[in-house]
């Protein structure tokens, strides 16, 4: 449910005015210009071209996410890392705007709050006439604009009136680079003619896998010598971390397994003989709850349906096995139920479902529930009542009206009477939230439905398990304070070392361990040939050593080589093969020399430098259209893939595929799509001091 939508829960007129001082926050403040922050101390968390980040503003919001998106663990770490991307934008985009202008003025922003894409829009709709009514919004703002509930404020302001501003002012700033798309005439004759040209050409291919990788060894030296020639290519911005690790599960171990079978198995004869399911569970304990009623077969979420319906009423069906629990399941019952039905209820609370408070007595609830059974049977009209009297706000503007639902959609006493009750059966249910007056309008679909007791025990990592897993990882960490030790130990138990490679300060996962901030934090506090102590990471326990500390600037060799050493051997690969095989000065003699066939390839398009069978190869494409080849064999060329001579048969242009106007029309799409990437070439541009690590 969103915030909005829970504000109003607690009465629509306080929303309103909640709404209504955002709005004049808004207007009379800066904010209306950059949604600025209004809380200051002394911590940052960051800065963004000199611009702070402040942890009380950032520790607001991440609070604000939390409520929305859940609190805890892995979620929390996500909303860091993507809170922090949100605040690097606003600032970056925010500098941009300022130097531009740009700036939603108050008519706008009541554009925003009051137009058809309104991000209130589901709140002040008519559900009767999907009709939204800006002037009912307009009049509640009008009224209650006096209303000083700062909290709530805040959260209106953070879910609703800031990002609205955010996206309008950056559908400006997008607007303005879309509209600076421009192509030159000179690339458009050149796109036509590129798409057009097209050659036919003969060559005799030597693949580099042809040559065996120890005969074209790659020194440190040389991947050096390659890393200063393209040193741009090969700058990082940020230092990295690499970890080599061992892992010790503490997962259930074949024993653990063996004990919650065990525990199923002691309880399934008093299972079985127990006369009132429910009471049997409560007392013993069971993994999955029980719910009193019938559901079919297609809602059944376990594994074994298929014979689970076919066990007969009062018997047993396991134990079995259901992800990493052992069950066992009883067949209470089985009836004819449709799959959906359709009512209108009228419902009298006696408890709040979302704060379980008590908001009305159960005695005066009932009184009130049955005078209003009295009163339609005495001819008032339903929906009148629905209207004066219903605590649903769910279906109140509908005339109490539940269209066709699914079974177990409902609470469990409301669900069975419009399942179970004849269609036209009208009558006084209760359930958990309080009385309802109910009348079944509908039901579609009849099937067999079953009601089934489940008694599961989980299987659990017992304490022995633990204790063996973090005991041997903290003999393994004593024993191996040092590279050459933590090797040895790994080889002595035969235990495979992991490799975690360019972890940076700021990261909450590791791969192959996922979430694992404190591991992370433990590298950034360690140095090369440290070895941690055990680390509990999920259902492991892992100890790890740090590698490498890679600095910012220029790549190291050991960082670089998994990309250059394939570079640098194929260019020994490629001498080696022109000198040694590629004889002659044709085709036919450097077929008889290499002993590659000759080979042919018709009609390749300049723009499209693929070679059927080889895969992409630019170079030689290039080379196709260069006419001094016409006829005769090239020189070996060094490609991507293994070395080439080729004799280009003809080059000419095909008919047409695209004219100016379209091409034109495409190369600007392309230039305003590329201008959505804008952020990302701002963000780079940018300086940017991130201290994250030093908070989470």
């Known amino acids: 449910m969103s915030v909005i939508q829970r504000v109003r829960d607690k009465g629509a007129w306080i929303l309103f005015g909640f709404i209504a001082l955002a709005l004049i926050a808004f207007i009379l403040q800066d904010g209306v210009r950059r949604g600025?922050?209004?809380?200051?101390?002394?911590?940052?968390?960051?800065?963004?071209?000199?611009?702070?980040?402040?942890?009380?503003d950032f520790e607001e919001k991440l609070a604000m996410q939390e409520r929305m998106y859940g609190p805890q663990g892995a979620q929390r770490d996500q909303l860091i890392g993507s809170l922090w991307n949100q605040e690097v934008e606003r600032v970056v985009l925010g500098q941009e705007y300022e130097k531009l202008g740009l700036q939603v003025s108050p008519k706008e922003l009541s554009d925003i709050l009051f137009g058809d894409n309104s991000p209130l829009k589901q709140e002040f709709t008519d559900p009767k006439t999907?009709?939204?009514?800006?002037?009912?919004?307009?009049?509640?703002?009008?009224?209650?604009?006096?209303?000083?509930?700062?909290?709530?404020?805040?959260?209106?302001n953070s879910v609703y009136i800031t990002p609205a501003i955010q996206q309008t002012l950056r559908n400006k700033y997008q607007n303005l680079l879309m509209q600076a798309a421009y192509v030159p005439k000179w690339l458009l004759e050149k796109q036509q003619a590129d798409q057009n040209a097209v050659t036919s050409f003969s060559y005799v291919y030597?693949?580099?896998?042809?040559?065996?990788?120890?005969?074209?060894?790659?020194?440190?030296?040389?991947?050096?010598?390659?890393?200063?020639?393209?040193?741009?290519?090969?700058?990082?911005?940020?230092?990295?971390?690499?970890?080599?690790?061992?892992?010790?599960?503490?997962?259930?171990s074949g024993a653990d397994s063996a004990n919650a079978l065990n525990q199923v198995l002691s309880l399934k004869a008093e299972f079985a003989a127990a006369k009132d399911a429910q009471s049997f569970l409560t007392k013993v304990g069971s993994e999955m709850p029980y719910y009193d009623s019938y559901v079919s077969k297609a809602r059944m979420q376990q594994v074994n349906k298929d014979s689970l319906v076919k066990t007969p009423v009062g018997s047993l069906y396991g134990p079995y096995l259901d992800a990493n629990t052992y069950v066992v399941a009883k067949m209470l019952g089985t009836k004819q139920w449709p799959d959906s039905a359709k009512v209108r209820h009228i419902l009298i609370g006696t408890v709040d479902p979302r704060s379980g408070q008590v908001v009305r007595p159960d005695s005066v609830a009932k009184k009130m529930i049955d005078s209003i059974e009295t009163a339609i049977k005495g001819g008032a009209d339903f929906n009148a009542m629905v209207t004066k009297y219903s605590d649903d706000q769910g279906s109140k503007e509908k005339g109490g009206l539940y269209d066709f639902f699914p079974q177990g959609q409902m609470a469990v006493a409301f669900n069975d009477y419009a399942f179970d009750k004849p269609v036209g059966t009208k009558g006084v249910v209760k359930t958990e939230f309080g009385y309802h007056y109910m009348e079944v309008l509908g039901q579609k679909n009849v099937n067999p439905v079953y009601k089934i007791a489940y008694l599961s025990k989980p299987i659990l990592t017992s304490n022995e398990t633990e204790t063996a897993a973090s005991t041997a990882a903290a003999q393994?960490?004593?024993?191996?304070?040092?590279?050459?030790?933590?090797?040895?130990?790994?080889?002595?138990?035969?235990?495979?070392?992991?490799?975690?490679?360019?972890?940076?300060?700021?990261?909450?996962?590791?791969?192959?361990?996922?979430?694992?901030?404190?591991?992370?934090?433990?590298?950034?506090?360690?140095?090369?040939g440290d070895v941690s102590e055990p680390t509990q990471v999920g259902d492991k326990y892992?100890?790890?050593?740090?590698?490498?500390?890679n600095k910012a600037g220029t790549a190291s060799v050991a960082e670089a080589r998994p990309t250059v050493e394939t570079i640098i051997r194929n260019e020994k690969k490629a001498k080696l093969i022109i000198e040694s095989k590629f004889k002659g000065n044709s085709l036919e003699s450097y077929s008889t020399s290499t002993g590659a066939p000759v080979l042919r390839a018709d009609s390749l398009s300049f723009a499209a430098p693929f070679i059927s069978g080889v895969g992409s190869e630019p170079k030689i494409i290039g080379a196709a259209f260069n006419k001094n080849l016409a006829g005769k064999a090239s020189e070996p060329i060094a490609g991507a893939t293994g070395v080439f001579s080729i004799k280009i048969e003809s080059n000419g242009a095909k008919a047409a595929i695209a004219d100016v106007a379209?091409?034109?029309?495409?190369?600007?799409?392309?230039a305003k799509m590329s201008s959505y990437r804008g952020f990302e070439a701002l963000k780079k541009a940018a300086t940017i001091k991130d201290s994250r690590s030093k908070f989470y």
């Open 130 to 156: 999907g009709e939204f009514k800006a002037n009912d919004a307009r009049q509640a703002f009008a009224q209650l604009k006096k209303s000083k509930n700062t909290e709530q404020i805040k959260t209106i």
């Open 662 to 670: 379209t091409i034109k029309q495409n190369l600007i799409q392309a």
């Open 542 to 549: 892992v100890v790890a050593i740090v590698t490498a500390v």
């Open 36 to 56: 600025g922050s209004t809380f200051s101390n002394t911590t940052t968390i960051g800065k963004v071209n000199g611009e702070k980040i402040e942890r009380a």
């Open 476 to 528: 393994f960490a004593v024993s191996g304070k040092n590279a050459k030790a933590f090797n040895a130990n790994a080889v002595k138990e035969n235990r495979q070392i992991l490799i975690a490679n360019d972890i940076k300060q700021n990261d909450f996962t590791i791969n192959g361990l996922g979430q694992s901030r404190s591991l992370v934090r433990w590298a950034y506090e360690h140095s090369a």
């Open 206 to 252: 030597v693949p580099y896998l042809s040559i065996n990788d120890s005969t074209a060894k790659v020194s440190d030296d040389e991947i050096a010598a390659y890393v200063s020639k393209h040193a741009k290519e090969y700058k990082k911005t940020e230092e990295t971390r690499n970890l080599s690790y061992v892992a010790y599960s503490a997962a259930p």
